[in-house]
T-cell receptor
Framework: DSGVTQTPKHLITATGQRVTLRCSPRSGDLSVYWYQQSLDQGLQFLIQYYNGEERAKGNILERFSAQQFPDLHSELNLSSLELGDSALYFC???????????FGSGTRLTVV | GIQVEQSPPDLILQEGANSTLRCNFSDSVNNLQWFHQNPWGQLINLFYIPSGTKQNGRLSATTVATERYSLLYISSSQTTDSGVYFCAVMIQGGSEKLVFGKGTKLTVNP
């Protein structure tokens, strides 16, 4: 167990729907990162939150949004889902910038 | 943006063999990590190694930051070592994201 908890582990949903992925960082870690892993794009950075504030943005679609709550857990919201959004979504956390990342076990999203 | 290239892309070994995986990167970095993605999809942190050498059991890693490469050594490989090995870097003075290479897929046969 890495200490980073992601739920759910698997999600199957239909096109056009909206889902929420949840991440609890390791105890004491202030930064949360979201990554998408698809077969054709590899591991891509989506967004980072640090202590509740958005810190950096990557190739995140406008249909996707995220937030980090006061207890430091984070949620990634994916809406108007398309077949191409099917992927593994990882959350990672770190104490501060430049420290090693620890990844959760991922949420496997299948859009049908 | 920074380029992270891993070689070889695929590697097939017999159990007990040794191997070296390489990661080249195109810019100065302040964070480099090696990860193992197992067949179930989990990303396991192997090393945080922006410079120098570290060892953990049968695995060791060396990063030569001035020459912009890192090596991951696997000795006496086991079937449980199978999976994809990723190198990921964070640029000095850049954003805080980790940029991943495309990975080396390792298959260890019994």
């Amino acid at each position: 167990d890495s200490g980073v908890t992601q739920t759910p582990k698997h999600l199957i949903t239909a096109t056009g729907q909206r889902v929420t992925l949840r991440c609890s960082p390791r105890s004491g870690d202030l930064s949360v990162y979201w990554y998408q892993q698809s077969l054709d794009q590899g591991l891509q950075f989506l967004i980072q939150y640090y202590n509740g504030e958005e810190r950096a943005k990557g190739n995140i679609l406008e249909r996707f949004s995220a937030q980090q709550f006061p207890d430091l857990h984070s949620e990634l919201n994916l809406s108007s889902l398309e077949l191409g959004d099917s992927a593994l979504y990882f959350c990672a956390s770190s104490l501060r910038t430049g420290n090693g990342y620890t990844f959760g076990s991922g949420t496997r999203l299948t859009v049908v | 943006g920074i380029q992270v290239e891993q070689s070889p892309p695929d590697l097939i070994l017999q159990e007990g063999a040794n191997s070296t995986l390489r990661c080249n990167f195109s810019d100065s970095v302040n964070n480099l990590q090696w990860f193992h993605q197992n067949p179930w999809g989990q990303l396991i942190n192997l090393f945080y190694i922006p410079s120098g050498t570290k060892q953990n059991g049968r695995l060791s890693a060396t990063t030569v930051a001035t020459e912009r490469y890192s090596l991951l050594y696997i000795s006496s490989s086991q079937t449980t070592d199978s999976g994809v090995y990723f190198c990921a870097v964070m640029i000095q003075g850049g954003s805080e994201k980790l940029v991943f290479g495309k990975g080396t897929k390792l298959t260890v046969n019994p």
